[in-house]
């Protein structure tokens, strides 16, 4: 079977007819090939994937988590370099990891194996270009927060070469590959290490300005109201976020279930879709719910939304 064009839409909550350029040309030129496994291939998976989540030392305690990133990003900086600056070395070593069975993914409530290890990836790709050219087209300024090896940074300025973007995280290697990524290519680029369980209030974001975050958000757990309340007293005109959101998990399903359990497991950020509902002042545009992922989890689900709309 394919992943066609139409699934895409679907899975993505848009019309075929929607789809940016962009994104189609570049589904035309993938193969997205997989097969769908019987009952008994899904509940050995499903078996395996609870084993791991109860055996594995995932529990994090987000102070000690710099560390991590530092050293995760710093690979990516020497690898960079040594690449010649190429774009494809700032893959982050968990998107790639070949130790992890990368052809078992989820779709649509179920499992199913892929040809090419490098589906996800690929469907990745695609689901950015379409993402950004969807929800970032109409600001001047992006600001990605949590913005890591910086490899969504290339898309943005291919997709908007006349827009200002802004890199921030709080680890410096994270911000060195930007520094070397300006220096080697001359981008509109500006950056800036921030904290965002610590927003620095004096930090301001200009006016016409898009907020993103592609993963960003999960990693600060059930604290993420301090950079909520910055993104409300700020100039930002739009948040758009890609995050795996915990409340959209059915855990009356096996998927959901196992999914909800790893995200809960690995302390990912917690109902914050719900924080920005409760203060009044905000609009939510879209919450949407993406049925595909890795095997442990739905990361491609997506938020869209205005702060001090009302
Ligand atoms: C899962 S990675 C996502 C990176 C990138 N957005 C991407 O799409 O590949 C999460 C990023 O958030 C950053 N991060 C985690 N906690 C943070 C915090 N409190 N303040 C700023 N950045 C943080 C990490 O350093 C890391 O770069």
């Known amino acids: 079977m394919n992943l066609t064009i139409k699934d895409f839409a679907n899975l993505v909550g848009d019309e075929i007819l929607s789809l940016p350029k962009e994104c189609v040309d570049l589904m035309e030129h993938t193969n997205l090939e997989y097969e769908r496994m019987s009952k008994e291939e899904q509940e050995n998976i499903l078996l395996t994937i609870l084993k791991e989540i109860d055996r594995k030392e995932w529990e994090r305690n987000n102070l000690f988590g710099i560390e991590k990133w530092e050293k995760g990003w710093e ?18 070593k968990y998107v790639l990891n070949c130790n992890v069975d990368k052809i078992i993914l989820r779709l649509r409530g179920e499992y199913i194996k892929t040809k090419d290890n490098l589906f996800e990836v690929k469907w990745y790709t695609i689901y950015r270009h379409w993402f950004f050219k969807k929800f970032l087209s109409e600001q001047d300024h992006i600001y990605e927060f ?19 973007i802004y890199g921030l995280d709080w680890a410096e290697s994270s911000i060195n590959i930007l520094k070397e990524m300006q220096n080697r290519y001359k981008w509109k680029l500006e950056k800036k290490l921030f904290d965002m369980f610590n927003p620095d209030y004096n930090y301001e974001i200009k006016p016409n300005s898009a907020i993103l975050t592609m993963g960003g958000l999960e990693q600060l757990g059930n604290n993420f109201e301090s950079f909520l309340n910055y993104i409300c007293a700020s100039e930002a005109r739009i948040c758009v976020h890609m995050e795996p959101l915990v409340e959209e998990y059915d855990d009356t399903t096996f998927l959901g279930y196992v999914a909800k359990k790893f995200h809960k497991k690995r302390n990912y950020v917690g109902n914050f879709v719900g924080y920005i509902e409760k203060n009044k002042k905000n609009k939510i545009l879209k919450v949407q719910k993406v049925h595909f992922g890795s095997r442990y989890q739905d990361s491609y689900c997506y938020v869209v939304w205005i702060p001090n709309y009302y």
């Open 75 to 92: 690979y990516n900086l020497n690898l960079f370099r040594e690449c010649n600056y190429k774009i494809d070395s700032l893959y982050p």
């Open 146 to 164: 949590g913005c890591g090896s910086c490899y969504n940074i290339p898309i943005l300025v291919k997709l908007f070469p006349e827009k200002i």
